[in-house]
């Protein structure tokens, strides 16, 4: 028999040892996080979206011919620049070439320049009041990425990838595809002060090399052999970090050898378009080609420490030349799509070539043309397999074009544009914000740079104001110290 006295202290020990064990889980808890920094991490709030595809039109694209219907600039056609209209500086009215019609039950205003676009129409939500603090392409083009452009600061990429953690550990979590070489090149997808694992991997730029190889399997060792290889490699350079009392740079190399080795398994699968239907092709625009359907692994060597890459070639990529044509950022799309079925929580994809200061109805045409089709496929197809709940679907660019000519073209306007997003947690057939009647400045709506990073971040779970990272002595975060959460556009 177990006396009274004899329960109680048993039963005292024993919740003794429940909270120990507690406290030695969260620490190993803990102790795992820092040893896998890519491991998933719980959100601050509920998510809305598990997964960002950003859509990006580098060089600014005209908001005034695409998404923001002005009838008083087209009215206006030819007149002098009214006064007292802020930066109306120079030249005479340029009313939109291209003609606007309304969409979707929500008769959402589309130009004619995205036709297929424009069926998605109540899916999308549409920002006519944005607006950002440079009309330089360089600075607004990094601000668009990091926040600010004076000092190097972590993309939203590597901040999501910061925040989340990542669904696949054999594949990177944050994937650039076509990224720029310029207006910042790898500093819109570096991570910055944050460690080496959070910068984007690059996919698909033929500087990056751009051999025709069929996988990363090195096909003259085994992955018994190699993993030997990489274990001695491995020990030759955690010794050279100890001896330089840590190294945030050598912690990166390790870190991506590692998923180099890990990535041999998946990667040639995701990047292999062989195996997808004749149906899915055409849905994204993606042509048959002379002897067989389009598809393949090709891809490159990888990149520097901490920055995984991929060079071009292959019949699944190619090499993209600025803006990549209408068959390459189509089967950028769908590559995406793969991605992120593959647990990839950021993908980007970027359209070069949106800088029209001449020429603009050939040249607009044509930049629209190369992506209207896969983007409306895209939207379909994430649609259709049940994705684009949780799929944070981004299009646009650093800032928008004048409503006064510059030729037959039209200059930089960082004083209102327009961007969408759809899918992820947002209300879709809804605009918000407005520009002026002539397209020039934001007057109601306004969202700038800082609160698209806020809500990009909210859609995500994460709270701008707590994803931080405490360097030179204070806690950084992509907002820096600004930023509102657009609350109005959520479903």
């Known amino acids: 028999m177990i006396s009274r006295r004899a329960l109680l202290q048993a039963a005292g020990s024993g919740f003794g040892y429940l909270a120990f064990a507690a406290l030695a889980h969260q620490q190993a808890a803990l102790a795992a996080d820092k040893l896998d920094p890519l491991a998933p991490k719980p959100t601050h709030f509920a998510p809305r979206a598990k997964r960002v595809i950003f859509l990006c039109m580098e060089g600014g694209p005209s908001h005034i011919d695409t998404f923001d219907h002005k009838p008083k600039l087209q009215a206006d056609d030819g007149k002098p620049a009214p006064n007292g209209q802020g930066g109306f500086r120079r030249g005479s009215l340029l009313g939109s070439p291209f003609a606007y019609s309304q969409h979707g039950e929500s008769g959402l205003w589309v130009s004619e320049l995205f036709p297929e676009v424009a069926r998605h129409a109540d899916k999308l939500c549409v920002l006519n009041g944005m607006h950002t603090d440079r009309p330089n392409h360089a600075q607004a083009f990094i601000q668009m990425h990091c926040g600010i452009f004076q000092f190097p600061r972590p993309s939203i990429g590597a901040w999501a990838l910061y925040g989340l953690g990542t669904e696949n550990q054999d594949l990177p979590g944050f994937i650039t595809i076509n990224p720029p070489q310029r207006n910042g090149g790898a ?3 570096a991570s910055s002060f944050l460690p080496a694992e959070y910068q984007g991997a690059r996919i698909g730029q033929s500087s990056f ?24 490699t491995q020990t030759l350079n955690r010794e050279a970090a100890d001896a330089a009392g840590g190294s945030p740079e050598i912690d990166g190399l390790i870190s991506s050898y590692e998923l180099a080795f890990r990535m041999q398994g998946e990667m040639p699968k995701v990047l292999d378009l062989s195996g997808e239907t004749a149906a899915s092709l055409s849905l994204y625009g993606i042509e048959e080609e002379a002897g067989g359907r389009s598809g393949g692994g090709g891809f490159g060597r990888f990149g520097r420490p901490g920055g995984p890459r991929f060079g071009a070639g292959g019949g699944g990529m190619g090499t993209p030349r600025p803006g990549g044509g209408a068959s390459g950022f189509a089967r950028q799309c769908l590559l995406a799509r793969r991605l992120l079925e593959a647990g990839v929580r950021f993908v980007e994809i970027t359209s070069g070539g949106w800088d029209h200061h001449r020429n603009l109805k050939e040249s607009l045409t044509e930049s629209c043309s190369n992506v209207d089709k896969p983007i409306a496929g895209l939207l379909a197809d994430l649609e259709s397999r049940g994705m684009l709940d949780d799929t944070l679907v981004i299009w646009g660019g650093e800032f928008g074009r004048s409503p006064y000519a510059q030729g037959d073209g039209r200059d930089h306007n960082s004083k209102g544009y327009t961007m969408w997003m759809a899918g992820g947690g947002v209300k879709g057939g809804m605009t918000h914000g407005m520009t002026d009647d002539y397209g020039y400045e934001a007057v109601e709506g306004r969202v700038h740079v800082h609160d698209w990073h806020a809500t990009v971040l909210h859609l995500l779970g994460l709270d701008h104001e707590r994803l931080t990272f405490r360097y030179a002595g204070r806690d950084m975060r992509l907002t820096d110290v600004k930023g509102r959460v657009v609350k109005e556009i959520m479903a």
Do not use: H, I, K
């Open 187 to 189: 500093v819109n997808y």
């Open 209 to 232: 090399g751009g051999e025709s190889v069929s996988n990363l399997r090195n096909r003259r060792r085994s992955l018994d052999a190699q993993r030997v290889q990489l274990d001695f």
